[in-house]
């Protein structure tokens, strides 16, 4: 299978719908964000290991979460959670020259795997991605407010931190447990929320809290993280 056949698989399914979201997953290879040894295996539809006991997500997943998200040419979007890079590659496709792809990533090892991995698409070098290690719980107060905030671990719930970060008629869109959930800031402090149940992600960890709690353990199965 190549790119170009995922791609049009996850369209067939009717994952993929926003001509932007389609012409950014067509153009950003997923190969280019798995190991060396998982080459053979990057257009399968399905969460692979990337090190640091973490996964690239499930294409079908991301594909999902980005036409909840309805990224744009122009916003300045925030990423939690950026791993080897290859959601981040995406919307710095399609946020454009004028946009900007804030990630954050709290592994070491993994934000330089991932700076290394996006800049094969010169967007570290062009100034349009930035990539922070840290705590993606805080957010980054510095860059706020953002148009756009997706997040690749599960919580207990939507952060506030994000929720203040983000603009009027922002988006959010965040794992919690086993849903994905979709925020939609109306007002300072109005949100509209929906659900999607039906997913599981590894578990969002804070850096005052590195121990997974016993209740998220049973979440980590092989099957999504970034």
């Known amino acids: 299978m190549t790119n170009r056949e995922l791609v049009e698989s996850l369209i067939r399914g009717g994952y993929l719908k926003s001509p932007q979201i389609i012409k ?6 997923r190969a280019d964000f798995v190991p060396e ?13 990337i090190g640091q006991g973490q996964t690239i997500s ?6 999902f979460m980005m036409e909840l998200l309805e990224p744009e040419a122009g916003n300045i979007i925030l990423d939690i959670g950026s791993g ?20 954050i990533e709290r592994i070491p090892k993994l934000t330089e795997i991932g700076k290394n991995n996006i800049e094969r698409y010169k967007f570290i070098s062009s100034g349009r991605v930035e ?9 980054l107060p510095d860059k706020a407010p953002f148009d756009r905030i ?36 109306k007002a300072e402090n109005e949100f509209e929320e929906k659900e999607y149940p039906g997913f599981a992600f590894v578990p969002l960890i804070s850096d005052k809290d590195k121990e997974i709690p016993e209740w998220r353990k049973h979440f980590m199965k092989p099957n999504e993280s970034r």
């Open 24 to 29: 950014a997953f067509k153009k950003i290879d």
């Open 37 to 49: 040894d998982s080459r053979h295996e990057a257009y399968i539809n399905a969460p692979l290991p």
């Open 58 to 63: 499930q294409p079908l997943t991301v594909a």
């Open 84 to 103: 080897s890079g290859w959601q981040t590659a995406i919307l710095a496709e399609i946020v454009g020259k004028k946009g900007k792809v804030f990630g």
């Open 131 to 139: 990539i922070f290690e840290g705590d993606g719980t805080l957010g």
């Open 150 to 185: 997706i997040a690749a671990a599960s919580g207990e719930k939507i952060i506030e931190a994000w929720k203040k970060q983000l603009k009027i008629n922002g988006r959010v869109v965040a794992p919690i447990e086993n849903s994905i959930f979709l925020l939609v800031k």
